[in-house]
C-alpha cells in the first residue's frame, strides 16, 4: 500500500509541470544514439506520445547521418566534410533525400502510430516548408562549393500549423528546397533552431550523445548545469564548446535571440531524459536562458 501511495504523489508532483506545458510547442530536435539505438528509441517514441497525451504539442525533427553514412558505404560512396557540413554532390543528395525523408521519417512515424500517436512525416519541402539557399564555405577567403547544401533563408510554419491544430505530431526531415525546386540538404540542427523560432516555441529540446556542456570535455562532473546567452559566447570563444557542440549551441542561440523561451541540451542515453527533464527538477544535461 506505501508503495501505491508513493507512486500517486509522484503523479501529484508533476501536476505543476504539466500545467505549464498544455497547449505549449515543444520543438524536439532528435538524433546521437537515441535516434540508431532501437531501445532508446522506442523509449523516447513513448516519452513523445506520452507528452501529447498530457496536452504539449510536440514538433521532431531529425537527422540520421549514420543511416546516410552506411547507405554510401553499400554504394563504396566516401562520406566526405568541410568543417561539419556534408559535401553533397547529386548522387548523394538522393540518398540524403532517400534516407531522411524515406526511411528515417517513416520509421519514426509509424513507430508514434504504433505506441498511440497520431503522426504525420513531412519534409522541409512540404508546402516550402524549408526555403533554403546554396550555400558555400568560406576558407581562408577562398568561397568553397559544397555541393547541394543549403542555407536556410526561410520558414514557412503553417503546414506545421494546420497539423498541430488537426491534432498531428508533426516528424520532419532536414530537407529544403530553394525558389526554383531544387533540393538541398540541410543541417538538422539549424533547420530544428529555425523551425524553433518560426513556431514561438515554448522549449527547443536537443537530444544528443553528450550529457551537455561541459567545461572539461569528457568530464561530467564539469557539466554546466544553466548557461545564459552571453556566457555561451564566451565559451565559444574561449574554446571550451568545440566541434560538434558548436552548432549545436550555435543553433540554441539563434532559436533564444529569436523568441524561444528556453533551450535544453540532454543526454538521450539517460533513460526517459526527456520527460525527467520536463517533468521533473532534475537536470539531464545543460539549459541555455535569455540574460
Do not use: W
Not at 501511495?5 to 537515441?34: C, H, M, Q, R
Not at 558555400?136 to 568561397?143: F, S
Not at 539563434?254 to 531524459?273: A, C, P, T
Amino acid at each position: 500500500m506505501e508503495n501505491k501511495y508513493t507512486k500517486i504523489n509522484n503523479i501529484i508532483e508533476i501536476i505543476p509541470y504539466i500545467d505549464s506545458l498544455i497547449g505549449k510547442i515543444i520543438v524536439i530536435k532528435y538524433g546521437g544514439n537515441a535516434l540508431i539505438n532501437e531501445t532508446k528509441k522506442i523509449q523516447f517514441i513513448k516519452d513523445i506520445v506520452f507528452l501529447k497525451k498530457l496536452g504539449a504539442y510536440p514538433v521532431i525533427i531529425h537527422g540520421g547521418g549514420p543511416d546516410i553514412n552506411a547507405m554510401l558505404g553499400k554504394i563504396n560512396k566516401e562520406s566526405k566534410f568541410l568543417k561539419g557540413n556534408r559535401i553533397t554532390d547529386n548522387e548523394t543528395m538522393e540518398i540524403v533525400e532517400m534516407i531522411l525523408s524515406g526511411k528515417v521519417n517513416k520509421n519514426l512515424v509509424s513507430l508514434i502510430n504504433k505506441y498511440g500517436g497520431n503522426s504525420v512525416g513531412i519534409s522541409g519541402k512540404d508546402s516550402n516548408l524549408i526555403i533554403a539557399e546554396k550555400k558555400y564555405i568560406i576558407n581562408d577567403n577562398e568561397k568553397i562549393d559544397i555541393g547541394n547544401v543549403g542555407e536556410i533563408l526561410k520558414i514557412n510554419g503553417k503546414i506545421i500549423y494546420t497539423l498541430i491544430k488537426e491534432d498531428y505530431i508533426p516528424v520532419i526531415s532536414s530537407v529544403g528546397t530553394d525558389y526554383n525546386g531544387n533540393t538541398y540538404n540541410i543541417n538538422a540542427d539549424y533547420a530544428a533552431s529555425s523551425i524553433a523560432s518560426e513556431l514561438k516555441a515554448h522549449k527547443f529540446i536537443f537530444i544528443t550523445n553528450a550529457p551537455g556542456i561541459m567545461m572539461e570535455m569528457n568530464n561530467i562532473n564539469t557539466k554546466i548545469e544553466t548557461l545564459n546567452y552571453d556566457e555561451a559566447i564566451t565559451l565559444i570563444k574561449d574554446k571550451i564548446i568545440t566541434e560538434g557542440m558548436i552548432p549545436k549551441v550555435e543553433a540554441c542561440l539563434s532559436s533564444l535571440k529569436n523568441g524561444v523561451d528556453n533551450v535544453h541540451i540532454i543526454d538521450g542515453n539517460l533513460e526517459h531524459s526527456l520527460l525527467v527533464e520536463l517533468l521533473t527538477d532534475l537536470n539531464t544535461g545543460t539549459k541555455l536562458i535569455k540574460n
